[in-house]
């Protein structure tokens, strides 16, 4: 009995892998990058709620704006699970994202701990940990499904307070990890960088919502309500203006990275790029009138941060980016599936790996080639110039 029903397993499994395949090559042949956005809980479902602040109405608000500055751009479709106050059950969010064969699915969120002291931004992507920390957050996400009807035969007997029950999905989403790690990695960026919010960095956690949808994925916790200071940035208009810009130019910078208009060829668009930054951890607490971090003006600025004038010279190098990951992998070939001549790069904190170096821009496609069939099916070309990632359109142009 144990034996067929491993053997079921399996099947579900590589039936689902295969659907997933089928419906990311579909989403790439979009006229429109699609991005869902997901606000977080809704109607009977609060959230998290200290001090009068409601994680429902922080993370509709915040998702609606995000929205309206997308929709800006004429080569983005937003698809909401949510414009207002009501219950979308968990399994429901991700089925919307699927049957819209969406690109990107964001999920938008706010934290909230008993002690009341932590604050700061993090962003996750699906994936199992044993960081206690990481899970209580899964945990506190995933609990929602005991406010529906019928979820224990809904969820496949899923418990939420024993993530590891996810365990044989979690393949699922490994196919989108690469482009996942990027989106939660540039928007941390822009939090830390631009919006001067303590860095708590990209994490992995078994998330229900994250582990069912067929496209790129990440889930954003804003900040701490418990921590009444930051609780009235994410409550203040001018906190979610900041909040969502920062989130809608990260979605923009990946689209212009990954997404090419009715082909699955990579190609950059003609628009600027805003260049990634590296992280900077800021860890003095935020001043309270202010609800926002203090800046350490005494800590110098990384060298990586040279004006942008420095990469306007010099050769251009390609790569094919294999992989990201915060675990630092020693560069054998038994750790990248065979791949030699591998590379890596921390300048943000996630770690990326590359294969090949070439100053051909034909050949940096046979490497990818090269990659994918040796199984990273979802890298991709990257350019740089004196060390400087840049856009491949911006190095085709300047060449």
């Known amino acids: 009995?144990?034996?067929?029903?491993?053997?079921?397993?399996?099947?579900?499994?590589?039936?689902?892998?295969?659907?997933?395949?089928?419906?990311?090559?579909?989403?790439?042949?979009?006229?429109?990058?699609?991005?869902?956005?997901?606000?977080?809980?809704?109607?009977?479902?609060?959230?998290?709620?200290?001090?009068?602040?409601?994680?429902?109405?922080?993370?509709?608000?915040v998702a609606l704006k995000v929205g309206k500055l997308l929709e800006k751009d004429q080569g983005i479709q937003v698809i909401y699970t949510r414009k207002s106050d009501v219950f979308i059950e968990l399994t429901e969010r991700p089925a919307i994202a699927n049957r819209a064969e969406a690109n990107f699915?964001?999920?938008?969120?706010?934290?909230?701990?008993?002690?009341?002291?932590?604050?700061g931004t993090e962003t996750f992507v699906m994936g199992l940990t044993k960081n206690a920390s990481n899970l209580e957050v899964a945990k506190k996400e995933n609990a929602v499904i005991t406010m529906e009807k019928d979820y224990k035969t809904k969820y496949e007997g899923f418990d939420p307070n024993r993530p590891e029950t996810m365990i044989g999905l979690q393949l699922q989403q490994e196919a989108f990890i690469d482009q996942s790690i990027d989106m939660a990695s540039k928007i941390q960026t822009v939090f830390t960088e631009d919006l001067e919010r303590k860095n708590r960095g990209v994490k992995q956690a078994p998330f229900w919502v994250l582990h069912k949808t067929a496209m790129p994925s990440?889930?954003?916790?804003?900040?701490?309500?418990?921590?009444?200071?930051?609780?009235?940035?994410?409550?203040?208009?001018?906190?979610?203006?900041?909040?969502?810009?920062?989130?809608a130019s990260s979605i923009i910078s990946y689209k212009k990275e990954h997404f090419v208009p009715g082909t699955q060829e990579?190609?950059?668009?003609?628009?600027?790029?805003?260049?990634?930054?590296?992280?900077?951890?800021?860890?003095?607490?935020?001043?309270?009138?202010?609800?926002?971090?203090?800046?350490d003006a005494a800590k110098p600025k990384p060298a990586a941060e040279a004006p942008a004038a420095a990469t306007s010279t010099g050769p251009v190098v390609f790569k094919v980016q294999i992989a990201a990951s915060g675990k630092d992998l020693p560069l054998t070939p038994s750790n990248f599936n065979g791949l030699s001549n591998i590379s890596k790069s921390a300048e943000t904190a996630?770690?990326?790996?590359?294969?090949?170096?070439?100053?051909?821009?034909?050949?940096?496609?046979?490497?990818?080639?090269?990659?994918?069939?040796?199984?990273?099916?979802?890298?991709?070309?990257?350019?740089?110039?004196?060390?400087k990632k840049i856009t491949v359109q911006e190095a085709l142009n300047k060449r």
Do not use: W
């Not at 699915?105 to 604050?119: D, L, P, R």
């Not at 916790?221 to 940035?233: A, R």
């Open 1 to 61: 009995m144990t034996n067929v029903t491993t053997g079921n397993m399996k099947l579900k499994l590589a039936f689902f892998t295969f659907i997933v395949c089928c419906s990311a090559a579909f989403a790439q042949g979009n006229s429109k990058f699609r991005v869902v956005l997901d606000p977080g809980h809704g109607g009977k479902d609060y959230g998290a709620v200290y001090h009068g602040f409601i994680e429902k109405n922080i993370a509709l608000s």
């Open 105 to 119: 699915f964001v999920s938008i969120h706010c934290n909230g701990e008993v002690k009341k002291t932590a604050y």
């Open 218 to 247: 990440i889930l954003i916790e804003l900040g701490f309500l418990s921590y009444k200071p930051e609780g009235e940035y994410l409550t203040s208009d001018e906190g979610q203006d900041k909040l969502a810009k920062a989130i």
């Open 266 to 295: 990579y190609r950059e668009p003609a628009e600027t790029k805003t260049e990634e930054k590296p992280v900077v951890v800021k860890d003095t607490k935020p001043k309270t009138e202010a609800a926002k971090p203090v800046v």
């Open 350 to 387: 996630v770690i990326k790996y590359y294969y090949g170096e070439t100053a051909e821009y034909s050949r940096s496609k046979e490497l990818l080639e090269e990659a994918k069939a040796k199984g990273y099916s979802s890298a991709f070309v990257v350019a740089f110039r004196n060390g």
